[in-house]
């Protein structure tokens, strides 16, 4: 935990999602991991604690809060379970902050407080099977008849696909290759013509749920798009550049947490006759491990104070998502390395968090986007 940014506010906040953390989701984390059991019930008690709209404004039933916050509460979740935090990530960061950032006030009336006190848990689509980091190059289509536009096609690797009671998505409405040639829609569960699919079977996050989503002649009133047509690719470009301080946030996280239970067990293991952690090897590991955590987390707080101050974070938050999803993977990695032969089974936490952190460099953008969007805003300062 950084002290420069610790203040009152953030320290009540911290203790509270902690204990959140300790009470509910502690004790089940190996179960829903084996079983790749989305709780659902325990996503309307992250609601009451106001966690699931933790950027949303009070008018509209959320917390109220900025980024510092959001960022603390993401890195105690994903300290317990990644699954829990990648999906607080997606409900807040996606679904819900696309509303909040780019909706008119009737479609902020009728879904923000739903969203912000969990009644409604929410999904944001963009990736499809042909294009994930060519993410403008997507085919599904909306075309318009009348009031309506008719979609069809397909989402893949969407958070909350089958339980979201609404999803966020970007469609195309103009040709391939025209950045005005996507619009953003919000759909209910229930409109015909849209469904989801079969649960992802995952190496890790295996507690957050993702599908496919489908969409056949599904039609869609005009006053489900947000802001104008064509403005949906833009918009989802924007929304990334905040989406990604979140998955830096749960990198951090589930890098602490590897940590931590290294620094523990290395403190507890005897061989030589000594604490491992007093083999210079070790020590040093755990130095430079713990040390790669602060930077990481110097980065997410700079980011998410250039957010709060409402400041252009493309590149801080680029370089953010970079750095702490790489840590994370290196410390879940060195973590299993100092359980030995038990951080390679189940009665140890190590190994959940090695599954988890791979996709802290894959999701929302993989590394090799993050440098392509870095190399590109650095360029501009030359
Ligand atoms: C658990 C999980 C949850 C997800 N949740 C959501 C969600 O809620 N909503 C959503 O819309 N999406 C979601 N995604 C999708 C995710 O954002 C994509 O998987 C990601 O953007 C990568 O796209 P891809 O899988 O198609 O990989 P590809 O784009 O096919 O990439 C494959 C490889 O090629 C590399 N590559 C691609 N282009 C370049 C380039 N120009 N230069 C160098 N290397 C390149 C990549 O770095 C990668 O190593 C989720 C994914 C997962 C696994």
Known sequence: M????????????????????????????????????????????LGEYGFMGVLVPEQYHGSGLGYQEYITILDEISQVCGSIGLSVAAHNSLCTNHILSFANE????????????????????????????????????????????????????????ISGDVAVVMVRTGAKGDKKGVTAFIIEKGTPGFSSGKKLDKLGMRASETASLFFDNCKVHQDQVIGNE????????????????????????????????????ANEREQFNQKIYDFQAVGFSIADLATKIEA???????????????KKVTKESAMAKLYASEVAVEVANESVQIHGGYGFTKDYPAEKFFRDAKLCTIGEGTSAIQKMVIAREIRKDA
Do not use: C
């Open 2 to 45: 950084l002290h420069i940014y610790e203040n009152e506010q953030l320290a009540l906040v911290r203790e509270s999602a902690r204990q959140f953390a300790i009470d509910f989701i502690k004790p089940y984390v190996m179960d829903w991991d084996e079983r790749q059991y989305f709780p659902l019930e325990l996503f309307k008690k």
């Open 106 to 161: 009737a479609q902020k009336e009728k879904y923000l407080p739903k969203l912000a006190t969990a009644e409604w848990l929410g999904a944001w689509g963009l990736t499809e099977t042909g294009s994930g980091s060519d993410a403008g190059g997507l085919s599904t289509t909306a075309v318009r008849e009348g009031d309506y536009y008719i979609i069809n096609g397909s989402k893949t690797f969407i958070t909350h696909a």
């Open 230 to 265: 064509g403005d949906g690719f833009v918009q989802a470009l924007k929304l990334l550049d905040g989406g990604r301080i979140s998955i830096a946030a749960l990198s951090l996280g589930i890098a602490r947490g590897a940590y931590l239970s290294a620094l523990r067990y």
């Open 296 to 310: 990481s987390e110097l980065l997410v707080r700079q980011a998410g104070q250039l957010k709060n101050e409402g």
